[in-house]
């Protein structure tokens, strides 16, 4: 399985250190020598505060993030399902690049903002825990295989791409480079937009293994951008148990409309979780060192379930399966999706922030910077192999086997189902999705 998820914020800057990139943005949590001149394109403002490797965090601000981040995924995800089909998206990616923005939000921005994407941790303990996350999900995977026969790959990083001359706030640097690992790539957006946008697209790429190409273009990246926040995350697993090709067969999927077609659909009965509640049937998917999972869920009415799906019934679901074998049935399916996610942030609560009394001083206090939207764009795909999946968003800102059959439980994914691919220890929900129509 593969997914990424690549975040742009175009935002504005004071410059700390200035050191030379390696000229591809592929490294920008090594940029190398210093540079004479932080004006020029070409160099990495960077704090002179490392990467904290061992944050202290306790076993308490874990679970409040997980709990936060959380909630703030289905409380998107009821905006977002609004739209009949298909949907997939990252929750973790989106939330991470906020936290990075929400480095530099003052006042009643900061207020809203957090409310918004459910941070509940002062800032000096939510910004550690992210990065006590962050480091566990790059730990992932060792000696595990990937969907393509290549090792586990888990992948996370950041960087920020900023205007020449602009300045960044001493503090706001040394949040992201302690804990988010991230430097500012000086580039030039007003006289050199598209060159700007072939480095960040090809960062982009580069992390994603080239599942992500062409995220940016002009607009929403225009030569009024300062800034450009990316988050990237890649990973490749395989199922634990993968399905076998000969057993994949056409069945019939009622979709969300109602219509019946038959879809080319793999079957297998691997051990895995499984239960049963009021309204649904769920099981995870392990994938291959059992340090991720795919958690599946069938409603018995789709529309009924997501009316009341927030934290506490996802946390209900899980709580409510255990391990046995099960005869699972379910589509190979593919979904691509890109849309704006500014209507669905201003209707969680952060308004404030996409317009001229947003207070980003936290980032640069000579120039007031409000958000333009935050566009999201993701692909998944599932097969007998594994899951591969892509995300990228841009936050855009400017100024202002056979056993006994009674043994076995059976979850058949002949309807529309939600899928969401978490990390077990630390329950990080990674992506969330919704296959109407494979």
């Known amino acids: 399985m593969r997914f990424f998820m690549s975040i742009p914020l175009v935002l504005s ?23 004479s001149d932080p004006n020029t394109a070409g160099c990495v403002v960077t704090s002179e505060a490392a990467r904290n490797l061992n944050p202290q965090v306790s076993p308490a601000d874990s679970d409040l993030l997980a709990k936060g981040n959380t909630s703030f995924a289905l409380d998107l995800y009821q905006q977002l399902r609004e739209e009949p089909g298909n949907l997939f998206y990252s929750p973790y990616s989106i939330s991470s690049a906020l936290a990075m923005t929400w480095a530099g939000a003052r006042g009643q921005t900061e207020q809203d903002m957090a409310k918004a994407l459910r941070f509940d941790l002062p800032r000096a303990r939510l910004h550690p825990a992210f990065n006590a996350l962050d480091l ?6 060792q000696g595990a295989a990937g969907a393509d026969g290549q090792p586990f790959r888990l992948h996370v990083a950041n960087a920020l791409w900023g205007q020449t001359g602009f300045s960044f706030e001493q503090p706001f640097l040394d949040v992201l480079g302690e804990s988010y690992g991230a430097g500012v790539h000086v580039v030039d957006f007003e006289r050199h937009t598209q060159q700007a946008l072939d480095l960040i697209n090809g960062w982009v790429a580069q992390k994603t293994e080239d599942r992500i190409k062409d995220l940016l273009s002009s607009p929403p990246v225009t030569s009024d951008t300062r800034l450009v926040l990316t988050n990237a995350v890649y990973f490749n697993a395989a199922w634990q148990e993968p399905f076998e090709e000969e057993r994949t067969q056409p069945r019939p999927f009622t979709n969300q409309a109602g219509d019946v077609r038959d879809v080319p659909t793999m079957a297998g009965v691997p051990y895995a979780s499984y239960g049963e509640g009021a309204g649904f049937k769920a099981a995870t998917l392990p994938y291959d060192g059992s340090e991720l999972d795919m958690v599946l869920v069938l ?22 399966m255990s391990r046995r074998l099960v005869d699972v049935e379910m589509p190979r399916f593919e979904i691509n999706a890109k849309f704006s996610l500014k209507s669905a942030l ?8 996409f317009t001229p009394d947003a207070d980003l001083t936290g980032i640069s206090e000579k120039t007031r910077l409000m958000l333009a939207d935050v566009v999201h764009q993701s692909f998944v795909k599932v097969n007998e192999a594994g899951t591969e999946a892509a995300a990228a968003t841009a936050v855009v800102a400017v100024p202002t086997s056979a056993p006994d059959p009674s043994q076995i439980a059976e979850l058949h994914l002949d309807r529309p189902f939600l899928f969401f691919i978490r990390d077990i220890e630390t329950r990080a929900v ?3 999705g919704r296959v109407a129509n494979p």
């Open 346 to 353: 201003d209707k969680l609560g952060m308004a404030i922030a």
């Open 13 to 35: 800057l004071a410059a700390a250190g200035c050191t030379t990139s390696s000229g591809d943005g592929s490294e920008p949590n090594d940029p190398g020598p210093a540079c």
């Open 430 to 432: 990674l992506f969330v």
């Open 299 to 320: 409603p018995d009415d789709l529309d009924a379930f997501e009316q009341g799906l927030d934290g506490a019934r996802f946390d209900q679901v899980v709580a409510s």
């Open 136 to 141: 566990a999900l790059a730990s992932r995977g």
